[in-house]
């Protein structure tokens, strides 16, 4: 109705209605969808007009002449990424040879950023994506970007070597550049002699008449070294390598995202290298990764223009639909075979969609025999949200339900289990209409002709120093031509960086194969534990990716696997790594009142079980906690699972989850009302069902109303827990134990000089004493004085003049306290910091016995933790003098039966600060997480919105 009214106006350019322009549920991205659609499309058809208008009359009039551009879904949004994607899927896949040829990883490496994805054998496409803070739905190529090109910025802070997100651009540009700007991984590039000025155009300086500064950037190398005391005794050449190292981490992170965290040996692919800065760049990071072969395209600095040449001309049709397509059963494949309920609408409504699709191309000039359609289901397991695209597989078509078949085993391949007693849902019905574009054939096999004539040497810096090494201009080379590393490869728009062990062979087309030895594993056998590892900058920023890079792992995977809305739909939970006495190493940037509550559950566990006449941690358990005083919990609905990491027999790590439900019983739906539920855990790996559904269901006030999303969501915190324990595995096979162990306490060691550094600053500043109260909205005080000692950075949080405890349940056990103040302190340093156990270190409680954050083992604190979290964290930001305050409450909605428990955080509002505004309608603090989309609660619950 309001399209036909804006239509029958006639004053509207552009009307978007957001069930056109995307049919999938989920009102939220859609109507951000229909927004950015609104927006862009009169900036699009501007650039449409300015575009032909450079067009010879005689073309535009030409009526067998056709203009195609290139969408973000990789058919014929203008998107180089995506042109990259299909350029490297039609050169690069059948390099590897063999029946089943290698997935082939993408890297695509530019100034400003980085962009990876992955093909085996079809492009892999996904249906929502967030950009620029704006969620899309619509079809798109599966490309993870992030912020490190080699226009990315080098900082040192904190001891930390840093790299972006903060880019130099083309202008100013790098050092480098002659034009004054930032030192940047171009710098670290030409310094190292890894890009060689003396082979690039002389186009830089005010006049873009001058060659690359080499001096320049050394110089600034050297300023850097000279302001940093923890870069005394390093050369400029050791500097730059070092942000090197930091730079090749950051990048494989979403490398193994888009591998490991979905299932992926990522061992087991090929990386096509293109784009003007992944080839120097490629052969250090395959290593890393466990790689043994790199591809890179003759064109590969314009591969993205390449491949926008051969893309396939796409016409999409899509529709929702809620059907059942395969009915639970109990047999091996967890559906009855013989029932078929979607049968008589599926392929007619796929068969519509077909035609619609087809009509489309043919209007646009394509031949109908050239077309090629493609059918797919969007399939969930009943009860969930996480859908996965299924195309049809007519090599089964002998299979009754073949799209069910293909369901369960990609389901169980990414989340590692399946829901048996589940029926197997259509969520849409999608049709892809096609006319293939150019596809290179395979070239020939060409013998080895060894190794070709350099056109010179020069010297670059490797892992051991300074080498001499060929230098061979591309144009030179011929099919056959084998080269060993260390050397150099010039091309006419990049440079290519043969590591040591690296070794390139010329294919028949021009393209190089390069083999890459792998990283020798790391052995401890000899290494004295006595003896004391020297902390390394370059190797502490190393590990801080890796550690917090587990952490995310966990999220990612917890968030795939888990069943309920909270967890899955509003991301409330944390994860996080320990070390073996509990102590917090890195907490995922998940839910801020989770991170000091976290520690002391773990810390208390190890202290339990260690306990003179218990039994011990033994391998393959798995604890199971909530309690919210004794236990080091935060309140009864947030339940943490932890496992212990067990290495040659002893226990050297933790990981832990911990997920927010809905409901685990009580008297009122949500579980706001006060209840204890007591300690659980597995057993030599086993999941102790039959005992959590006791607990769960047998309480005095009323058991959960959600049992079966509960312990489904219990084996998803188990699932990302063991992801983790993997990584972590695979870590100390690349580092070593003894190393692994050292940069633990060092990313701690870190963080506490941080939080100290700020606390002396702010005494110098403001003072060395802060004071700040307010107030609850039943008047109790919170009350807060803060003593600093400027000479350490030590600091004395003091809770003194609070107001008692409560008989409702707001109050807060002080692990709640604890959270409120480490993210108050994250907050405050300002840089990048790890969040661990180190940002404590510094800091002295005192929270009176009995107060409103430090309460009796037996009153109700499942308030405290979504209120009185709040107002702790606007009394430490006062007393800081750093924003006026929130909201003061997470405002959280539960409403539910005896059948079903509904728990919402609604967004409330930040405060404003010394140079910013405040807003509304933002979650703020202690909550992170996000609003369930009104389709998806309302298709979920007995609920209208």
């Known amino acids: 109705m309001v399209g036909r009214i804006a239509h029958e106006m006639g004053c509207f350019h552009e009307i978007a209605l957001s069930h056109q322009v995307m049919s999938m549920v989920k009102m939220v991205p859609r109507g951000h969808t229909a927004c950015a659609l609104g927006y862009l499309t009169p900036k699009i058809r501007q650039y449409l007009d300015g575009f032909t208008k450079g067009l010879d009359e005689g073309l535009l009039t ?7 551009f290139m969408k973000s879904d990789g058919g014929a949004i203008l998107s180089g990424p995506v042109g990259g994607v299909v350029g490297y899927a039609k050169t690069s896949y059948w390099m590897s040879g063999g029946e089943k040829p290698l997935p082939v990883i993408g890297f695509d490496m530019g100034g400003t ?18 950009t620029a803070g704006v969620s899309i739905q619509a079809p798109q190529l ?14 040192l802070q904190n001891g930390l070597f840093v790299v972006g997100p903060e880019s130099a651009k083309a202008h100013p540009g790098p050092v480098c550049y002659r034009k004054n700007g930032y030192l940047a991984v171009t710098d670290a590039n030409v310094i190292l002699g890894r890009v060689i000025p003396d082979h690039f155009p002389h186009i830089f300086g005010p006049n873009e008449d001058g060659p690359l500064d080499l001096e320049g950037a050394k110089a600034a190398f050297r300023a850097l070294a000279d302001a940093n005391p923890e870069t005394k005794g390093k050369s400029i050449e050791e500097l730059a390598y070092g942000f090197i190292q930091v730079a090749n981490e950051a990048m494989c992170r979403p490398i193994r995202n888009l591998t490991q965290m979905r299932g992926f040996d990522i061992t087991k692919h090929a990386l096509a290298c293109f784009g003007g800065a992944g080839p120097q760049h490629a ?11 790199v591809y890179i395209h003759r064109y590969g600095g314009v591969l993205s223009a390449y491949g926008l040449s051969m893309a396939d001309a796409v016409v ?10 395969g009915v639970s059963s109990v047999s091996s494949s967890g559906f009855d075979e013989n029932l078929d309920p979607s049968k008589s609408t599926r392929e007619a409504r796929l068969e519509h969609l077909a035609e619609k699709a087809r009509a489309a191309l043919v209007k646009q000039g394509y031949p109908e025999d050239s077309i090629i359609i493609e059918k797919y289901l969007n399939m969930c397991y009943d009860g969930t949200d996480n859908a996965i695209m299924i195309k049809e597989n007519t090599n089964l078509n002998n299979v009754r339900l073949p799209y069910a078949q293909t369901f369960v085993e990609q389901y169980h391949r990414e989340f590692g289990f399946e829901l048996k007693g589940r029926d197997i849902l259509i969520d849409d019905f999608c049709v892809r209409a096609f006319v293939p574009g150019f596809t290179p054939n395979p070239p020939p096999t060409v013998p080895s002709l060894g190794s070709p004539t350099p056109m010179g040497t020069s010297t670059a810096y490797f892992e051991d120093g300074w080498e001499d090494v060929p230098t061979y201009n591309f144009e030179d080379l011929k099919p056959g031509h084998e080269m060993k590393g260390p050397a150099i490869i010039v091309q006419l728009i990049s440079t290519i960086v043969l590591e040591v062990g690296c070794t390139a062979f010329v294919t028949g087309d021009g393209d190089l194969d390069i083999t890459v030895e792998k990283k020798a594993t790391c052995d401890d056998a000899g290494i004295d534990e006595k003896v004391e590892l020297e902390e390394d900058p370059v190797q502490l920023s190393i590990f801080a990716h890796r550690f917090m890079g587990i952490a995310e792992q966990m999220g990612r995977t917890l968030a795939r696997t888990a069943i309920s809305v909270n967890i899955k739909e509003r991301l409330d939970f944390s994860c996080a790594l320990f070390t073996n006495d509990g102590g917090l190493v890195a907490n995922a940037p998940h839910i801020p009142v989770h991170l000091g509550a976290m520690q002391s559950a773990v810390q208390f566990q190890v202290e339990y079980w260690n306990t003179q006449g218990r039994e011990g941690i033994q391998e393959g358990d798995v604890f199971v906690s909530n309690h919210p005083q004794l236990a080091g919990g935060s309140h009864l609905p947030d339940i943490i699972v932890i496992t212990p990491v067990f290495y040659e027999g002893k226990i050297l790590f933790f990981v832990a989850s911990r997920g927010h439900r809905s409901d685990i019983g009580g008297i009122l739906p949500g579980s706001r009302a006060p209840g204890l539920l007591r300690l659980s855990f597995f057993r030599d790996g086993k999941f102790q069902e039959e005992g959590i559904t006791d607990i769960l269901v047998n309480q005095q006030f009323g058991g959960t109303r959600n049992l079966k999303d509960n312990l489904s969501d219990y084996r998803a915190q188990v699932a990302a827990n063991n992801s983790s324990i993997q990584l972590l595995h695979q870590l100390i096979q690349e580092n070593g134990l003894h190393k692994v162990e050292a940069y633990m306490h060092f990313i701690q060691h870190n963080a506490e000089m941080a939080v100290r550094s700020m606390l002396k600053t702010f005494a110098a500043e403001h003072g060395t004493r802060a004071h700040a109260i307010d107030y609850m909205d039943n008047g109790t005080p919170i009350e807060l004085t803060i003593d600093i000692d400027q000479a350490t950075g030590s600091v004395c949080f003091d809770f003194s003049g609070t107001g008692p405890q409560v008989l409702g349940n707001i109050n807060a056990p002080p692990a709640v306290t604890y959270s409120a103040v480490i993210y108050s302190l994250r907050s405050l340093v300002g840089q990048d910091i790890p969040l661990n156990q180190g940002c404590l270190t510094s800091i002295k409680f005192k929270i009176p016995r009995f107060s409103l954050p430090n309460p009796l083992d037996d009153v109700g604190v499942v308030g405290g933790n979504v209120l009185t979290s709040q107002r702790v964290v606007d009394v430490v930001l006062k007393a800081f003098k750093a924003c006026a305050g929130s909201q003061g409450c997470m405002n959280n909605l539960t409403l539910g039966n005896k059948k079903f428990g509904y728990y919402e955080t609604i967004a409330g509002g930040a405060g404003a600060g010394p140079t910013w505004d405040g807003r509304s309608g933002v979650n703020t603090h202690c909550t992170n997480t996000r609003i369930t989309d009104p389709e998806i609660l309302e298709r979920r619950y007995p609920v209208l919105l």
Do not use: W
């Open 62 to 68: 030409n009526a067998s002449l056709r203009l195609d």
């Open 113 to 130: 950023s980085t962009d990876v994805s992955r093909y085996d054998g079809s492009l892999e496409h996904v249906f929502e994506t967030t």
């Open 142 to 155: 599966d490309i993870h970007t992030v912020a490190a090109g080699v226009g990315s910025h080098l900082f």
């Open 283 to 293: 052969c250090d990071m395959v290593r890393a990764l466990g790689i043994t072969k």
């Open 316 to 325: 999409e049709e899509q529709e929702p639909a809620k059907e059942v397509y």
